[in-house]
């Protein structure tokens, strides 16, 4: 069995007969089931995001998959089972569907416009990579499944994500498994603790310094200063992508 499909294989039949609502509720999918660890009021989901793109020209790198994005990805692998697809080819399509999906992806697209990803790649618009382009994107999380704080998207801060230990874990293991797989792709990581998980990882050897660029602000609405961050650091990032694609 392929390992990093394990968890999928073994939860595919009852991600099949999920029910055939759009969107599907809470109560569908945060259920015993599908939990991969709980403590007190932090749990972890699965979810189904086990693909890497190991020819990805452009990592990007989120905490951890929200709600929003949990049901696209359930949605999008339900149907592809009874179409008949791979697990592979599940994961793909599911992963592809809900990366960063909503706002946060327009407001992503922009910002990686901004610093020139286009350019460097040969594009017209970052949008191409969440389409004909896909090929050259990987997408992930620091944390690859759904964690949720009292039922709340979690934010990596309560609790610190490096400080706990279960979800450094999916740093130290999944995560590096991920970037070492993709290892042409120049990484974005969003936000602030993405970038705190990021430095960690260059500190201890297993991600080159170069690769990285460090700095780049969280694209969700939510964050007030997303635009003061940016531009105060946005010709540094130009530099870093003009560097590692030159």
Known sequence: ?????????????????????????????????????RDNALEIYYAPADY??????????????????????????????????????VCKQAKQKASFAGTMRVNLIKMLDSIGIPAALGLESSESLFENASGMLHTTSAVRYPVFVDGENYTGH??????????????????????????????????????????????????EEERCCLGFPHPSGANAHRRRQFDERRKAMRRKVTLWFR
């Open 158 to 207: 309560k609790p610190d994500l490096l400080k706990t230990s279960r979800l450094r874990q999916y740093v130290d293991t999944l995560l590096v498994e991920e970037l070492e797989k993709a290892k042409r792709g120049f990484i974005i990581p969003l936000g602030r603790t993405v970038s705190s998980v990021l430095e960690y990882l260059i500190t201890t050897g297993r991600v």
């Open 52 to 89: 890497v793109n190991k020819d990805a020209q452009v990592a990007i790198i989120g905490i951890t998959p929200g709600w929003h994005q949990m049901e696209i990805a359930y949605r999008t692998a339900r149907d592809a089972i009874r179409r008949g697809l791979t697990p592979a080819q």
């Open 1 to 37: 069995m392929n390992d990093m499909l394990k968890h999928f294989i073994s939860l595919s039949p009852k991600i099949a007969r999920l029910p055939n609502s759009s969107p599907l509720s809470k109560e569908d999918l945060l259920i015993e089931v599908f939990r991969l660890w």
